[in-house]
Structures are given as C-alpha cells and as structure tokens.
C-alpha cells in the first residue's frame, strides 16, 4: 500500500510541474525453494519454511519466480497473498498437482491480462518427458499489466532437467521460441534453476540478441558469491556452481545484482540460494 501511495503522489507531484514520470525501479528474483521432502531430515520444508518466507518479505521483490513448489508449499505460499497472486503449473497436470514452477507478482502493482504453461518437451501441451530428460518439466508465463507504467511485462520460469544435456538445450530453444511468437509486449523477464552455467552453451538460445543474462546487463560487480547452488551447505565450495539466472530484453538497465546467502540459523532456508536483481 505504501507503494501505491508513493507512486500516486510522485505521478501528481510531477503531473502538476509539467514533468513526466519516471518508471520505478523493478525487483526480480529467482528462487528454488527445495520440495518439501522427508528425507531432507532436519533441512525438510517444515523446518525452513519460515525462514524461505522471511527472506521473501525482506527482500521484498516484484515479481518473483520460485521452482519445486509442491501443492503444500503452494498453499502455504498463499500466507503471502496479502503481497503476492500467485499462479503456477505443475508437473502432473501443468496446474496444482506435482512439483510446479511458480509466478508471484506483487498484487498492487501488478494485474495477470494472460497466464499459461508448456511443457518442455516434443509435446508441449500435453505433460510429457521430453528428448534426455529424467523429469517432466513444465513452464509458467503471464502477461502481466505493470500498473505503474500501463505496459504489459511477459514474465517465464522455468526448470531445465539437471540430467538431459539435450534437454537443457532444447527447452531453452523452445522457452525462446516461445517468446518470440508473443505481441503486444513491452519487456520480457525469464527466471529459473536452468541447472547448468552460462559456458556451457547449453543456454545460447536464451543468450541472444534479444534476450541477455541479468549479469551481461550489469555495470559493475555483482554482489554475493559466484554461486547459487550449495546443496544446504554439503557441496564442496570449490564445486558450487551459478545455475540459477534471470534473462532480460533489451530496455532494461541492471541496477543491481547478488546471489543472497541470508541464514537466520547456520542452517540453509534452501539448497538454493535465490538471486536477485533491481532494474530500471
């Protein structure tokens, strides 16, 4: 509400001095929550829950992409929903049922015009295994009114298979092809664990002239490690590797940028740490 009430007074502020209003500042994240599990023992959701939510509400983002949401996770996402509308696409039926990637866009300054999902795979309508995959993976979007601005955002996430190498290459291919058959749209944001790094090659689809990695947008360092996958700490710091990333079109300015590694405890809120961007 705060933000709507700063927005609405800068917009007359500048509307009575002749001057036209400068596009506030948008904050992105992408974030793998981990499914909730029994096996992660004392790391299972029930246990970190509280900890994912209040790193969310700190870091207060706009439009947040979050990956291995199980319908229990979802539900309890919705403790949100004074802040966020939540739309997802699971793996079982590309809604509610399975592990799902999720979009939370933050209600007062975003509306949905247009949501859906794919699978990434040879039939992406249907939920399907697609090329080398060990999982079905599906993909969320939404055409989203950014009310500040009266411009239409397509926002992404995705989770790219960790085993299928052509997997990974050809649904970021298709996540690109997708995109590209769109109209009517300002700007695109893609977020998601893509389970591999940007030398691979296996993400060049998403790397083009169109689309670009937050950090090939950045002026600057960025802030936090060169990594985001840590395993709740168990994989070897020499081994960690950046697998999570937000694409952007042309337009954008990175303002800034940080893989957060916030603990309350000394213990992981996830195997992931989430990633952060502020734009312009």
Known sequence: M??????FLSSLFLFLSGCSVPPPETHVMTYNIR??????????????????????????????????VLPDQRVDLEALNDVYLFEGS????????????????RKERYSVKETGHFFLSETPDIPSLGW????????????????????????????????GHQARINGSRQIAGFISKQSGIHSVVV??????????????????AYLKPAQAKLDGPAYGPNWSFQGFGS??????????????????????LGV???????????DHCPVLVELK
């Open 35 to 68: 499914l909730n599990v029994a096996s992660d023992s004392t790391n299972a959701w029930p246990n970190r829950r509280n900890e994912v939510f209040s790193l969310i509400r700190f870091h207060n983002p706009d439009i947040i992409g979050l990956q291995e």
């Open 132 to 163: 080398d995959a060990a999982w079905i993976r599906p993909t969320i979007w939404i055409k989203a009114l950014d009310k500040s601005t009266d411009k239409i955002i397509l926002v992404v996430n995705t989770h790219l298979d960790n085993m």
């Open 235 to 256: 994989v070897p710091i020499q081994e960690r590797q950046l697998i999570d990333f937000i694409f952007l079109s042309e337009g954008w300015t990175v303002v800034r």
């Open 191 to 208: 977020t998601g664990d893509f389970n591999t790094n940007l030398e691979s090659g296996e993400l060049d689809s998403l790397n083009s």
């Open 2 to 7: 705060k933000r709507v009430l700063f927005y």
């Open 260 to 270: 957060l590694t916030d603990r309350m405890t000394e213990k992981w809120p996830s």
């Open 90 to 105: 699971g793996r079982e039926d590309g809604f509610m049922k399975g592990e799902a990637t999720v979009i939370g866009l």
